[in-house]
């Protein structure tokens, strides 16, 4: 037996001795310790890769649906840095700011980005204007670079009759309630900034109201639904099926 438990010999031709046996761990150590861990991971891929979002407001009906719940991912144009870790933060890091970039935010993209009057809170809209493009909105409809813009989510209640020349909402910028008729033409949508606008657009509060939003503030982009519930339904179990796995564009 002695001479069958020696199938590996130390280089230099010594004898070995058997490693004194380690403690066990508590089986309650055990699983606080696969609790952290799991909890460091879910901490790291929420912050830094994917992030589950529930949706409020119906800003951005039909595309995304009050209930709908979602998953944005932080990664697709680079790595940013949160706001805070747990509501602190450490002088001389460089909070909410992108390291390094990767893809470019695109035109058309549905992302959610820290809202500017109010940092605390997290808004989703989609892009309209990236940095250099001309947009104006008229009577409703959005003009960009010079031409009307195709807008193929874009959803409205309000009839052309009741639209405002003064009001963000139908006309963007809005004309000076003195002169209604002059035109004041398009902005044009600054060097590091997004323009963003919701596709319920009648019932949006967006670029229009409150400007521009910053590169550094845009978390990501939006990817899939993965739960939808109706609460406003008739149904015992009122859950939107036909919304599961759908791809958010």
Not at 126 to 151: S, T, Y
Request: aromatic content about 10%.
């Amino acid at each position: 037996m002695a001479e069958a438990a020696r199938d590996i010999s130390p280089i230099n031709g010594a004898t070995t001795t058997s490693a004194p046996t380690p403690p066990q761990k508590s089986a309650a150590r055990e699983y606080g310790e696969a609790f952290g861990i799991a909890l460091v991971l879910a901490l790291i891929i929420r912050t830094f890769f994917i992030q589950a979002y529930k949706i409020p407001s119906g800003s951005m009906e039909p595309t995304l649906l009050i209930g709908d719940h979602i998953l944005v991912n932080k990664l697709v144009y680079g790595l940013r840095l949160p706001d805070s870790f747990c509501g602190l933060t450490i002088p001389g890091i460089p909070w909410g700011q992108y390291i390094f970039h990767l893809e470019p935010v695109h035109r058309g993209d549905v992302v959610v980005f820290v809202f500017p009057p109010d940092p605390t809170k997290d808004f989703i809209k989609r892009v309209i204007g990236i940095p250099g493009d001309k947009v104006q909105v008229k009577d409703g409809k959005v003009f960009l670079n010079g031409a009307e813009m195709p807008d193929p989510h874009a959803h409205f209640d309000v009839p052309p009759q009741e639209r405002s020349a003064v009001t963000p909402r139908d006309n963007f910028p809005p004309r000076t309630p003195g002169d209604p008729n002059a035109d004041p033409g398009p902005v044009t949508v600054p060097a590091g900034k997004y323009l963003m606008m919701g596709d319920n657009r009648d019932h949006s509060y967006d670029s229009r109201f409150w400007g521009f939003v910053d590169a550094n503030e845009v978390e990501g982009r939006a990817i899939v639904i993965y739960w939808s519930w109706d609460s406003d339904g008739s149904s015992l179990l009122p859950i939107r099926w036909g919304r599961f796995g759908k791809i958010v564009y």
